[in-house]
């Protein structure tokens, strides 16, 4: 069965703290993404990344940074987090078909607090 | 750029009975692609249904169906013979291609499914 694991599914963090989401997908996929989930505001994507090294910004970049050292792996950075970022925060990976509509699996998420 | 509304917060539906989310979008694009994602209580994301705009004939998943008005740019899901397991937030999404694979999604309406 494939699978997006999220390492934490929940997070208590203070605020100023460096916070690491990490995310591993094992279907070799190329495209994995972060979203943010919040009441009313549905999904909104924070980062994208089509291959290793490389990173594209989505909607919401701002305060987060992201890295894919190897394929399988997305992290998502707070470098500083704030109560702003509570949230849930989910990743998600697809394939790069010649199709173009590749489904995005997702992981469980990861539930963050900042205090 | 892309938005996706889904104009009802919440929904509420009794067991056996059918029950119709709406969603419309606003694109230029002539070719995309449309998608509802379920997401229960457990959190996991899980696709539903996927329309591809270029075909006419809507899409239909067992219980699942949607209406795909494409003039009229309206993406409904109509669930059949109502579940409980079908309680959860569903999301409408949308996808152009050779956008990387990125969803756009709507606000999300939950769905209460009642014995």
């Known amino acids: 069965d494939v699978k997006v694991t999220q390492s934490s599914r929940y997070l208590v963090k203070r605020t100023g703290e460096k916070v690491f989401l990490e995310c591993v997908q094992d279907?070799?996929?190329?495209?994995m993404f972060w979203y943010r989930q919040d009441p009313g505001l549905g999904l909104r994507l924070i980062y994208f990344?089509?291959?290793?090294?490389?990173?594209e910004k989505g909607d919401i970049p701002e305060g987060y940074s992201v890295s894919r050292e190897k394929k399988e792996r997305f992290s998502l950075i707070l470098e500083s987090a704030s109560t702003n970022q509570t949230s849930m925060y989910l990743c998600?990976?697809?394939?790069?078909?010649?199709?173009?509509?590749?489904?995005?699996?997702f992981g469980a998420g990861s539930r963050l607090t900042v205090l | 750029a892309q938005t996706v509304t889904q104009s009802q917060p919440e929904m509420s539906v009794q067991e056996a009975e059918t029950v119709t989310l709406s969603c419309t979008y606003d694109?230029?694009?002539?070719?995309?692609?449309l998608f509802w994602y379920k997401q229960p209580p457990s959190r996991q994301m899980i696709l539903v249904i996927r329309?591809?705009?270029?075909?006419?004939q809507n899409a239909t998943e067992n219980r699942f169906s949607v209406n795909f008005q494409k003039a009229a740019k309206s993406f409904s899901l109509k669930i059949s013979d109502s579940q409980l397991g079908d309680t959860a937030m569903y999301f409408c999404?949308?996808?152009?291609?050779?956008?990387?694979?990125?969803?756009?999604f709507g606000a999300g309406t939950i769905l209460r499914v009642k014995s």
């Open positions: 694109t230029s694009e002539n070719n995309y692609y």
């Open positions: 990344s089509y291959d290793v090294k490389m990173k």
């Open positions: 279907m070799d996929h190329e495209n």
């Open positions: 999404a949308f996808m152009k291609p050779r956008g990387g694979n990125k969803l756009v």
């Open positions: 329309q591809e705009a270029y075909k006419q």
């Open positions: 998600a990976s697809s394939s790069q078909g010649a199709s173009g509509a590749n489904v995005l699996t």
